[in-house]
């Protein structure tokens, strides 16, 4: 399973545009770049999922460069409740046709007024 | 259900003790995950459900460990003879497999195991 590496935490303030980026030098071809953000005393919350270019939905967008050894999730316009930890995953099908979610420590985004 | 329910919410026992966690998943999810988030540390996999069987128990720390599905729905979680390095936040997730794409996983609120 691909091991990424993201930064351990970042500060914003209201307003400004995030971007996080993972590195995933051992991606594998099947693979996808998947996001998920925790909020203290609760369960991780998909953001978004990309396999290649850009993709954006109502929350963010994700970057993903040609050789998909990194990617970047961009929170555009902060706001004081996006302060969580944003968790980087490479997710891999197992043999048995399932996801087992392998999670790092994450990037832990505190937003400034 | 709206979401991934789990009980009790949290839970302080003392060493020896069992305990048993509860996740109800999201109805028509056929998927059911649990993982465990010591203090300050990520999310490790502990088990995966398919229906009632589990094909994948590899997370699971040691025999003390146990789960169980009934019905497709329900699931428990059981630990025997609980230590303190058992605390820790157990996270249940559930999934509506589909095999075209990796399946977002919808996480419950977690159990709050403290054991003294």
């Known amino acids: 399973l691909a091991k990424t590496t993201q930064p351990i935490s970042m500060d914003s303030y209201e307003g400004q545009e995030v971007n996080i980026t993972c590195s995933h030098n051992?991606?594998?071809?099947?693979?996808?770049i998947t996001w998920y953000q925790q909020f203290p005393s609760q369960g991780p919350r998909f953001i978004i999922q990309g396999y290649k270019t850009k993709v954006t939905n109502e929350v963010a967008s994700l970057f993903i460069p040609a050789d998909r050894k990194s990617s970047t999730l961009s929170l555009p316009r902060v706001s004081l409740s996006d302060t969580a930890v944003y968790y980087c995953l490479v997710v891999s099908w197992t043999e048995g046709g399932y996801n087992k979610l392998i999670f790092g420590a994450g990037t832990r985004l505190a937003v400034h007024p | 259900g709206a979401g991934v329910s789990q009980s009790p919410s949290n839970k302080v026992t003392e060493k020896g003790k069992d305990v048993e966690l509860r996740c109800d998943p999201i109805s028509g999810h056929t998927a059911l995950y649990w993982y465990r988030q010591s203090l300050g540390q990520g999310l490790e996999f502990l088990i995966y459900f398919q229906g009632n069987s589990a094909p994948d128990k590899s997370g699971l720390p040691s025999d003390r460990f146990s789960a169980e599905r009934t019905g497709g729905s329900v699931s428990t979680l059981t630990i025997q003879r609980t230590q303190q390095e058992d605390s820790a936040v157990y996270l249940c997730?559930?999934?509506?497999?589909?095999?075209?794409?990796?399946?977002?996983?919808?996480f419950g609120p977690g159990t709050r195991l403290l054991v003294l």
């Open positions: 997730a559930s999934s509506f497999a589909d095999r075209g794409l990796p399946e977002t996983q919808y």
């Open positions: 051992n991606i594998a071809t099947n693979d996808y």
